[in-house]
Every structure is written in C-alpha cells, then in structure tokens.
C-alpha cells in the first residue's frame, strides 16, 4: 500500500533519489564482472574482461547459480566487499 | 442583530432533552443547527448536516449542545451542556421547560478518541509546509525512511500527515514559527520540521515543547551545535531536563537514567539528533568528522531528580525556580564511573571525585572539557548528613583541582603530552570557572557516581552548556 509521508529535511535536495555517483575512471578499481548464468553471457563477459585487462584494470569473475532467480545474499555480499564496480551481463 | 449557531447530536441524552427549548428558540430568531449525527435530529428545517464534523471542528466545539450568539459575524458568547440560568442569559429569552435545569452535555464527536488528529488532516493539512514523499505500493515505509537517508540506523516511526498533525497537538507553538537555523547546512528549522522528526524518533505529542526547546537551545551560538558536530572529537549534544514537566511525561531521573527503557528520555534526545541529521544535513561521514563519536549519539537525555534533594538542581542555580521548566544542553561525551563504597565524610568523597575529575580527558588536560558530576542518592546522602551545600562541594573540588604544573608539563611522567614547560612553576585549575557543573540523578541503591565530561573546546572559544526555558502549551 502506498502512502504519503512528510519529509523531515530542509528539502534541499531533489525528492527523487539519485542512483550512486558512477566512477569517471576505472583506474586503480577493481571491477566485478557476474555472468547471471543465461546462454552466452559469458561471451559478452569474456570480451568485456579482455579489454579490461587490455587497459590495465583489475576485474574479478563471479557467476549466479542461475537466471532465474536473484542472487544470493552471500555472493552480492561478497562482490560488494570485494569489488569497486560491478558490470553484469544479460544475453541471449 | 444576534444570531446563533447550535451544535448538537441526537447520540446525546441532554440533546434529546432540550428539543422543546430548541423548537422554543427558533421561532424567536434565526437558529442555525448543525447535527453531528443524524441530520434529521433535531426535526427543524435549519438543522445542516455536520456528520463529517467540519463546521464542528472550526468552531472548536469540545462539548455538545453548544450554543453560540454572533453579533454580525463575531462571536459574542457560547454556552454549552444545558444550563438553564446560561440559556437564558445568552439568549435574553425567558425559557419554559418541564425538565431540571441543569443537565451535564456529552462530548463533541470532534473530541472521540483520536478524531482530533484525523480532523486536523482532513481539514487543515494545507496548513502543513513540507514536502509530501509518496512511497511505492511495494514500499515499506519503514524501509522507505532508511532508504531515504533519515535513519539514525535504527528504524523511523514513518511520518504520517496523520502522525505529524497529532504531535503538533504538542504545542499551541504556530507550525511555522521558525526556530533557528540548524547547521552544518543551516536549514530552516520550523515547528513543524521539529514535529515530523519528533514523529520519526518516536516521541508523543507531550514530549514536543521539551524538543522544541532543545533545538532552541542547540541553535544558540553559544553552543556552537557546528563545531560540535564537525569536531573528530567524542561530543555530542546531552539534554537535561528539569522541573515539573519532567515528572509529567515521566522521564526517567533515577534508575538507569542514563541508560535505555524510559520512552521520554530515548525518544526526545534522539528527536535532537534526527533534527540536526534531517533539517541540518548533518551525517557521519559528513560534517560529523567524530573519530569514535559515543553511543549518545542516539540519544542522550535525562531529567535530574529533583525530589527531595538536599542540593538546588541545575536550573535553579541557573537563576530559574522549581516551578519552571527547563532544557540544559550540553556538549557530552560518555560517561565515566565512580565507585567509592567506603567514604562516610564528605572530605573523603569529594577526594574520590576530584580524582575521578582529575583524570577527564587526560590527566594533564586542564581548562579544556567542562564536565557534569552526576552523583547519586547515596552519595549525595554523605554531603546531606554533614551539610554540606552544593556549592562547598564545588569550591573543595576546586580546591583538590589546582594541579602543579610539574604534573601537567609535557615530559612530566615519561607522557610526551602536555602543556608548554613554561608553566612548570604554576598550579592550575582543571576546569574554567563554572566549568563543573553538579546534578542529582541515578539509582536509590550504589555508592556510585558518573562524570560526563565535555568536549575539549568547552567555553567560550566553543560550546558552554545553554539553559532554556520551556514553553509548555496551555492546550498540550
């Protein structure tokens, strides 16, 4: 049920929540790279991490037991401890 | 030419009653009559139908029948219940009834339980400035409060217009009156943006002047509420109560004072704290550069105890009375304990304190932090049997605190720290004048104390403790 609550602050930010502030640069991060397990998100992750190692950039590999269901708790907890950034792949 | 208003409900038994005088009555004159319930009660054609309670509400009727004379459009008198003797006065109309003249009146629906509240958003929620956030179907609200960055980690009571409109029931303060501006972005801070975060901290409408006041207190430049939440130091604001208003929202000044389990004290310190994170956009990580902080951070308030003290409290040797009420604000860390089970003199005591003093901070940091001496029954009982006043308490532990300077150069005990060789030949004081502050809290049972001391920028260069009074509202 939705509803309607009143804002505490001074109101002088936007109401409307910003999405984390993106890195300009990967250099000196580490970037988690997490094939979802669908047909051939590894092809798209494989060539991801190839021009990333091209360029110098620490990438680490994860993979979700399946697509069809969210990721367990323990391997975002695990990529959030571990990695900077997370770049994940949908294919088909 | 009088005119009047009557506000009825057939659900009431001296309603019912005064039919024949209301029949009586508008034959004479123009008798508009508004009906809470059935609009068809009492039978007259000039009865409106008030079921939704609005001309109820803004006539601010608490009892019915309530009769009201306008002379044009201004009000100029009501009674209410029936009272004969006040009928006819209010009307000049000599009144024929075969019934007592006296009969108490029942309550106004606009007064059944938590009605107020849900009247007050359906009809005065215009009233209420602040932004509206509508969270998702799928939200939880309480979810909904952390993921928006106004949790102190633990969670909110979700703001409601409903919950805001109640605790502004608190205070007869104007919403909008705008009581400072709360650093470290200097919002500004209403009434009304003290009431949403009261709300969220958990606090009932009867704790609102208490916050109302803090914040008050918080804001004065002498407090210096920017500095003491930049500082890496452990500070953070503490709030003492005193006076009647303390008792009657039952705060907590003995046992356990300074710890959880007392709705008052956990919910009105944390309500300060939600305000300078909310309204003043003051977070950990922020402008908060506290190395530690300290679990007062949550909330750190308490009431003294002021019943049969042998010392005045706090806010009487501040130039208040008894009678009033008031906030103390303080710039707190921790707590320290002391324990001392076997003084019976008050020389003895006060030794144990000065060394409990004598260490604050750091044994070698003198004229730096303020502190609070919170001393309990017990002790105190060993100042009451000698007689000794509060202030002979204060100017020995002035005394056992004029330290040699041999002690508190640096070097001085293999310490590096300390303060400059130069003043090796002096004695000086721990504390600045007035810097030590006593109170009466805790416990019936324990020779222990408590020593609160302050940030380490106390006085006038940063923050001395600031007294309020408190506004209590006629109407709260």
Request: aromatic share 6%.
């Amino acid at each position: 049920m939705s509803n309607v609550l009143m804002d505490p602050t001074s109101e002088l930010s936007s109401e409307h929540r910003e999405p984390l502030p993106r890195p300009s640069s990967l250099e000196g991060l580490t970037v988690g790279l997490l094939d979802i397990s669908k047909a051939r998100g590894d092809v798209f992750i494989d060539r991801i991490e190839d021009l990333m190692v091209q360029r110098g950039i620490s990438t680490r590999r994860y993979k979700k037991p399946t697509f069809t269901r969210i990721a367990p708790v323990e391997l975002t907890q695990q990529i959030a401890t571990e990695c900077d950034v997370v770049v994940e792949s949908l294919a088909d | 030419m009088d005119n009047y208003v009557l506000v009825v409900k057939e659900d009431c038994a001296t309603c019912r009653l005064v039919v024949p005088v209301i029949n009586q009555l508008s034959g004479l004159f123009h008798l508009k009559i508004y009906s809470q319930d059935n609009p068809n009660f009492p039978l007259n054609e000039d009865v409106v139908d008030d079921s939704e309670l609005k001309e109820s509400w803004s006539l601010n009727i608490e009892t019915v029948p309530t009769i009201i004379r306008y002379d044009g459009q201004s009000e100029t008198g009501r009674t209410f219940g029936w009272d004969k003797e006040a009928w006819e006065s209010l009307t000049g109309v000599s009144l024929a009834t075969d019934f007592p003249d006296f009969r108490p009146g029942c309550g106004s629906r606009t007064v059944d339980p938590g009605m107020a509240g849900k009247l007050a958003v359906k009809f005065d929620r215009d009233k209420l400035q602040s932004r509206r956030i509508a969270t998702a179907a799928e939200e939880d609200d309480i979810e909904a409060c952390f993921d928006r960055d106004w949790s102190d980690g633990l969670p909110l009571v979700p703001p409601t217009e409903l919950r805001v409109m109640r605790m502004l029931s608190g205070t007869n303060r104007d919403l909008r009156e705008v009581i400072g501006a709360v650093p470290p972005d200097y919002g500004e801070c209403t009434v009304e943006k003290i009431a949403v975060n009261a709300v969220m901290a958990g606090c009932k409408p009867e704790y609102l002047p208490v916050v109302i006041s803090s914040v008050e207190a918080a804001l004065q430049d002498e407090f210096c509420m920017h500095g003491l939440l930049a500082t890496t130091y452990f500070s953070g604001p503490m709030i003492l109560v005193n006076g009647p208003i303390s008792r009657a929202i039952g705060m907590n000044s003995k046992g356990n004072a300074l710890g959880q389990g007392n709705r008052a004290n956990a919910t009105i310190g944390r309500a300060l704290q939600l305000v300078i994170r909310n309204v003043g956009g003051g977070k950990p990580g922020g402008v908060d550069r506290a190395v530690f902080g300290n679990p007062g951070k949550y909330s750190y308030c308490f009431a003294e105890d002021e019943t049969n003290s042998c010392w005045e409290s706090l806010a009487v040797e501040k130039g208040f009375s008894s009678d009033q009420s008031t906030v103390t604000l303080f710039a707190a860390d921790g707590m320290q304990g002391i324990v001392d089970q076997k003084s019976r003199e008050p020389d003895s005591l006060a030794r144990s304190f000065a060394a409990g003093l004598r260490v604050a901070s750091h044994p070698k940091m003198i004229l730096a932090a303020d502190a609070f001496l919170v001393v309990s029954p017990e002790h105190e009982r060993v100042f009451r049997d000698a007689g000794w006043s509060k202030q002979q308490l204060k100017d020995r532990l002035g005394e056992l605190l004029m330290i040699p300077g041999t002690e508190l150069i640096a070097g001085a005990g293999g310490i590096a720290e300390g303060i400059p060789e130069k003043f090796a030949d002096s004695t000086m004081p721990k504390f600045r004048e007035g810097g030590l502050n006593i109170i009466r809290a805790g416990g019936s049972a324990g020779l222990f104390s408590a020593i609160i001391a302050g940030w380490g920028a106390s006085g006038k260069m940063g923050s001395v403790p600031v007294t309020r009074e408190i506004l209590v509202s006629s109407q709260a």
